[in-house]
Structure formats: C-alpha cells, structure tokens
C-alpha cells in the first residue's frame, strides 16, 4: 500500500492506495494555519486508516519554493508555514519513506500516465484560484520546472510588468468580470479571458514544447467554454517555428494530486 497527503490552504486529503493505485481509503480534515497542530491532526488522520504499513508516501504541497533534497518545503503560497521539515515529521508518523513535490506536479504525473500511450511530453496547467504547471518528460517530472507557477510569469500591462497569475486565474476572473468560470457563458467575455490566458500559455509552450497542454482546476473543469477560442488565439501568434500542441482537458481533474501522489511513489519505491 502506498500513502498519499494532499495539503490544500483550506483542506488537507488523506488516502491509502493499492499497488495498482486504487484508492482504498481516505479522510478529509480543515488544514489548519498552524504546522504543528496540522502534523498532530495529520497523524490522527492516519491513524484511522486500516492499513498501518506503507510501502511508501508521498506528501503534495502548495509550495512556492521546495529543497527536495533536505525534505524541507520553505514557503507555501496559501498557508503562513515557512522552512518545515515536513518530509521528516511525515516520516516519523509513518516509518517509511516519504517524498514531497509541488502539488500542481505531481496533478502533472498523474494526468501524464494518463496519456502515456500517446504523448511523452506534457504539460499540465491548473486554473483555479491561482495558476499553476508542471512538465512530464517520458512519465519523469521535471523539477526544474518553476514551483511558484503563474505568479513568476510575468506579462506586460499599462507599461508594468504583472504576474500572469493576476490576470487570468479564477481569482481574476471572479474580480475582473464578477463571475465565476461556471457562470460565464458568453464568448465576448471568454474571448478576453482566453486572450490572458494564452499570453502566458504560449511562454510555456515555448519553453518546454509540449506534445499536449492538459488543463485542470476550477477553470479548467469548463474546458469546453473556451477551447475553441483558446487554439485560436494560440494560433494567432503565428510562430511557425513553434510546432503547437493538442489542448485537452483534464482526466481526474479533482483528484488528479492524489493520484499523482501515487505515481511519483510507486515510481521511486515500488521496484525495491
């Protein structure tokens, strides 16, 4: 059995998965602002599984900055937790090993296995809240990838440069327009919104040359609003150098972290 814990700023999942990454259990509880009270009720959590032995985990962070290599995730884009050991603290509750990875990488994993039989490059963008990507190259995450996601792209407006994510996420949506992505039906106002979307998007595009770009989160989930509109404005930048990818949404667009949880464990442990 592995073990997969998805920390979100409002809720934290818990779940056990089987060798062939079916979910056997889980648990939900509101993550608290506090790291040690949230690694108390972690362990809690945990506690209430049924199985007790875990060949190995995997904890998904909404962390802007990660040291992969000490376990420690440094600052968290939605939570007040700095430097914390988290890796080790998980460890210990657990006694198995644990990773830790970016949450929006790890929902990259697990829609790239997805698609593995047709792409090898992919790409993962989740709309919601805020923006963010990760990049699969041959079912590997591309760590290098930036965690701070749509806030450390920055575009040009009124002769300022402003995050990418300040413009086209679900938050700037609601902000902008006064609705949410589910609400908006009119394709004048999805035109400006892909139009933001796509400025950011072809950077991306650019710099990892995707076979896919596969799109998921809040915004995501209403992918077929604006996909028409979006590889139009895609192809309106007429770069013919730039071979442009398919645009699909995503496969497990709410549980697709979890899962990658999974995937990014059993790739590292399940062969020892």
Known sequence: MYLGVDIGGTKTLVA???????????????TPTNYRVFIAELEESIAKL??????AATV????????????LAHKFSNLPWRDVTIEKDVEDIIKCPVLIENDAKLAALSEAMLVKNKFTKVLYVTVSTGIGYGFVDNQLIDKNAGDGGGKTITLKRHGKHVPWESLASG????????KMAKDINDEETWQKIVADLAEGLIELISIFQPEVVVFGGSVGNYFDKYAKLL?????????????????????????AVIYGCYDLAKGTYGHE
């Open 171 to 178: 938050h700037a949506i609601v902000e902008k327009y006064g």
């Open 16 to 30: 056990s998965l089987n060798n062939d990454g079916v979910i056997h259990e889980q648990y939900r509880f509101l």
């Open 231 to 255: 590889k139009k404005e895609l192809k309106s930048y007429n770069l013919p150098q730039m071979i442009m990818p398919q645009l699909i949404e995503a496969g497990r667009p709410d549980e």
């Open 50 to 55: 049924s199985v007790k032995q875990f060949k």
């Open 60 to 71: 998904a962070v909404p962390a802007l900055s990660i040291d992969r290599e000490q376990g």
